[in-house]
Every structure is written in structure tokens, then in C-alpha cells.
């Protein structure tokens, strides 16, 4: 039987399962510390973003999916302890209850998941693809992928400047593949 088609009820799953909680702002880390202390197995996969701030290319690490948590339950034996678990909103369901994921959706999150939980979501660029400006003085313009200068970053891309191709090195984090 389905996992989606059975009831929600806590008695209906026996065993473990995958659940989603939703947590409340900003309360990801807190309640995967939480849970952990319970000896509950979690999965709060990260992401890193670049971006400018003041000038200067700062990196963020935040959740990929902000507000949630995945969490490995038994409902029989965790399903209070998660509900009021300090930074717990709800374990997400319906109606009847809380409704598990498959354990398909867990494994293509973790096959992503690097060192720290960091989920790697870098599209590959090639010689000649046609890339766009996302940040900095540049921004909005479109240009050719030409290579990758260095393991920290750098790229190389030919802007057509007033009719000209003028090389421009960039941090790989300033542009993304165009449409």
C-alpha cells in the first residue's frame, strides 16, 4: 500500500519513517540540536550562497529548505516527544495526522549532500555557453563562458563591449547560466 494513501493516524505507521517538521523562523539548527539530544535521526540539508554585501562577495550558509527538517520517527514512541520539542511548529500531514515522505525523496537529498550537509546545486558550464550578470557593475549583461581560472572561484567570460569581445574575469557566484 501507498504511503500517501494510508491514513494519517499516529497508530497506521509502524516503525520508522521519514517526516517532515516545520519549524519556526530561523529554528532549523535549534531544533535539529534538539532532536539529536533525543537520539532522533535528522536531516537538515544546507546550502551556500554568495552574494555582495557592502561591495564584497560574502558567503551565507542556509538551509535549502527554510522552516523544515527531515526527521527519521517512530510515531509510537516520538511523535510527542518531536511535537513539543522546543522550535517545533507541526510534523507536516493532513488532516489526520502527520503523513510521511518516501524514503526515495530522502536518498536523492543525501546522494546531493556533501561534507557539512551542504547540498551541491552548481550547474557545470562549458566553453561557450551564454551566461548573464546576476551582480556588481556588470549586472544584467550577457556574456560567453570561456573557462574557469581557479579552484577559488574565478572565471573567465568574453563580454561584447561596443562591439568588441573583451575578456572579464569574474567570480563564478556573479553569473548564472542564461535562459
Do not use: C
Request: glycine share 8%.
Amino acid at each position: 500500500m501507498n504511503l500517501r494513501e494510508q491514513s494519517g493516524s499516529i497508530n497506521s505507521f509502524d516503525g520508522f519513517h521519514w517526516f517532515v517538521i516545520q519549524t519556526k523562523p530561523g529554528g532549523e539548527h535549534r531544533v535539529e540540536t534538539h532532536l539529536v539530544n533525543q537520539k532522533i535521526e535528522t536531516l537538515l540539508p544546507l546550502l551556500e550562497i554568495h552574494q555582495y554585501s557592502n561591495g564584497k562577495m560574502i558567503q551565507k550558509i542556509k538551509p535549502l529548505f527554510p522552516n523544515y527538517i527531515f526527521a527519521r520517527l517512530d510515531l509510537k514512541v516520538h511523535y510527542y516527544k518531536v511535537k513539543w520539542t522546543r522550535g517545533v511548529s507541526k510534523i507536516l500531514g493532513n488532516g489526520d495526522g502527520p503523513v510521511p515522505i518516501y524514503e526515495k525523496v530522502i536518498e536523492s537529498i543525501k546522494e546531493r549532500v556533501g561534507k557539512d550537509n551542504l547540498v551541491k546545486l552548481e550547474e557545470e558550464l562549458t566553453e561557450g555557453d551564454v551566461v548573464q550578470i546576476t551582480s556588481g557593475p556588470f549586472k544584467e549583461l550577457r556574456g560567453i563562458f570561456q573557462k574557469k581560472m581557479s579552484d577559488n572561484g574565478r572565471v573567465m567570460i568574453l563580454l561584447n563591449l561596443i562591439g568588441v569581445d573583451i575578456p572579464v574575469q569574474i567570480s563564478q557566484w556573479q553569473i548564472k547560466k542564461a535562459a
